[in-house]
């Protein structure tokens, strides 16, 4: 495992499309569910166990090998919202030109050409992580940074938030990312099966709310 190469791929500069999303922050600045830090703080907590831990999960199981047709099919049933499906498929369509060119691999290809509307984006992530030569682990950590990450940025943006303040938060969150990461790569050890399940409805509903806003600043 190559530290550096870890960090290219978490590295928010990817050019991955994942600025383009909130997350679910939009939405929940808009209900005035994240007002200032300690909100953040709380919607990112809160999502990092749940749609987090599951995303993690499907990305360490990718980058362990598992089949990622099933690996899709358990995604598109974890995500219940077409809004958010619709996401998912669209940010992976994007990481998969990014990933392609950076590590060209023959399992990247196939997934590509299997999936041309895009996979589910922790599949292709994780599928990206074992093409650049890194462990389901480091496709777990990824994708739970990106949980907490993104709404974090997005809040800077949507809020005027101290961007001092956001890193503070993503900075206490991260024993947590930590454990989350392991979780989600033990589980992608025992099988599709025994991958975890955890939602968050009000995830979905906010994202369905969103998908129909005229004007908004983010994709989703």
Do not use: K
């Not at 101290?162 to 989600?184: F, G, I, K, S």
């Amino acid at each position: 495992m190559s530290r550096a190469t870890l960090l290219v791929l978490a590295d928010g500069r990817f050019p991955a499309g994942g600025h383009a999303h909130s997350g679910g922050a939009e939405a929940a600045v808009r209900a005035g569910r994240i007002g200032d830090a300690a909100g953040l703080e709380s919607f990112c907590r809160g999502r990092l166990h749940t749609t987090g831990l599951s995303s993690a999960a499907l990305a360490a199981g990718a980058a362990h090998g598992l089949d990622p047709h099933e690996l899709d099919t358990a995604a598109d049933a974890r995500t219940p919202s077409p809004a958010l499906r619709a996401a998912a498929a669209g940010d992976g369509r994007q990481l998969m030109r990014a990933a392609r060119a950076t590590w060209p691999s023959a399992e990247l290809d196939a997934l590509a050409a299997a999936f041309p509307r895009g996979a589910h984006q922790p599949v292709v992530l994780g599928t990206a992580a074992r093409a650049a030569g890194l462990a389901p682990e480091d496709a777990a950590h990824c994708v739970a940074y990106e949980t907490v990450g993104g709404p974090a940025t997005a809040v800077v943006r949507l809020l005027g938030l101290d961007p001092y303040q956001a890193t503070a938060v993503l900075a206490r969150l991260a024993p947590e990312m930590d454990r989350v990461a392991e979780r989600a790569a033990a589980a992608a050890r025992e099988g599709i099966d025994a991958l975890p399940a955890a939602s968050a409805p009000l995830l979905d509903l906010m994202a369905e709310q969103h998908a129909a806003w005229p004007v908004r600043l983010f994709a989703s």
